[in-house]
Structures are given as structure tokens and as C-alpha cells.
């Protein structure tokens, strides 16, 4: 016998496959939509309609734009500095490293890392377009700026391979102590990162 009727039960399994939602925040943002208004649940639907016919991904460097807009604004920006290539795993590390208002160059999304636990490889990732990339646009400088994880560092290892041939300079971002942060709270491999990355003062 059904306890919930299967639209409820539909709701919960497609909130549950979202990243970082189990099931029981799953069943709670559920009945959250079933006891609010009428129109916030609405608005939530035809925010997601939205959402998927307004946005596409940039044929270049692979990075969210609108619909339509293809290159996307950043690579159609000619003030970038187009020396400079900086690879990412998500879309959401352009918003982080764009709020810092460091970095002018040009970008390209692998759309994940390699993690053979996940059946992610290299050809479920956006390489060969980054290698056609590099060749084609005549880049100075890739600046492989990958999450710091196992997952991320397999993925840089085997970008800095492939790119060995191409006359391109390949930098990684530098690692450490957070600003702010206590020395003695720091692990012994964030700790050997920082002595690693040293600079003149």
C-alpha cells in the first residue's frame, strides 16, 4: 500500500538526487512546497522552467551562458588578457575566482575531475577541447586552478601531461595557511603546502 501519493514521492526522489540533499532534507523542502502558498511553489517551477531554457553552456570555454549568447560574454570580453588560460572544474569556480577581481584571462570548464570511484575519465571531461584550445588560440600561460583533492590533483597530473609539447607555461594556484588562520590548528599537509609556496618578503 502507498503511504504518500507518488507526486509527493516523485518531489522527494528528484530533490534527493540533487548534490549534497539526502533524504530527509529531500522530504522536508517536499512538504515545505506542500504547506506554502500555491504560487511560491509555482514560482519555483517556473523558476527551473526558466532556468533550462535560458541558459546554455559557451561552445568555447564551455562556461554558463544565456540563451543565445554563444561565445559567452567572457570570452567575447577583447580587454582579457588572452595569454592567460585559467582551468576550472565548475562554473561555479569562474564566480569565485571573478569575485576576487585578480584574474583578467580567459577561462575554460572541464565540467568535473577524474575520479575513477565515480566512472569519471578523461574523455567525461572538456580536454580535448581545452588541448584544441591551446593549440588554436596560441595561449603564454594555463593556470590549472583545480579543487584540492585527490579527485583534483589526478585531474592536474594528467592535464600537465597532456599539455607537455605545447609551448605553454603551466602554473598551479598557490596553496596554504588561510588568511586569518591559526598555525596550530593547520594539518601537516596544509602546513607542507605553505612551506612549499614560501615567497620573498
Do not use: W
Not at 583545480?146 to 590533483?153: A, I, K, S, W
Amino acid at each position: 500500500m502507498r503511504i504518500m501519493p507518488l507526486p509527493v514521492e516523485r518531489l522527494i526522489d528528484a530533490f534527493a538526487r540533487l548534490p549534497g540533499i539526502g533524504p530527509k532534507t529531500a522530504s522536508r523542502l517536499t512538504f515545505f512546497l506542500l504547506r506554502s502558498a500555491e504560487a511560491e511553489a509555482l514560482e519555483l517551477a517556473r523558476a527551473l522552467q526558466d532556468m533550462r531554457r535560458g541558459t546554455g553552456f559557451c561552445s568555447n570555454c564551455f562556461n554558463i551562458t544565456a540563451a543565445g549568447i554563444d561565445p559567452c560574454n567572457l570570452c567575447q570580453d577583447e580587454t582579457r588578457d588572452a595569454d592567460l588560460i585559467c582551468v576550472v572544474e565548475e562554473p561555479l569556480d569562474v564566480i569565485a575566482i571573478e569575485k576576487t577581481s585578480r584574474y583578467h584571462g580567459r577561462y575554460h570548464v572541464l565540467h568535473g575531475a577524474i575520479s575513477p570511484v565515480e566512472g569519471v575519465g578523461p574523455d567525461d571531461l572538456r580536454i580535448d577541447e581545452l588541448i584544441a584550445r591551446l593549440s588554436r588560440e596560441g595561449f603564454k600561460e594555463i593556470i590549472l586552478a583545480m579543487n584540492p583533492t585527490m579527485e583534483g590533483e589526478a585531474t592536474a597530473m594528467f592535464l600537465k601531461r597532456r599539455v607537455e609539447g605545447i609551448p605553454v607555461r603551466v602554473t598551479r594556484l598557490a596553496r596554504g595557511l588561510p588568511s586569518g588562520g591559526d598555525l596550530e590548528y593547520a594539518d601537516a599537509n596544509t602546513i607542507s603546502q605553505a612551506l612549499d609556496g614560501r615567497q620573498e618578503m
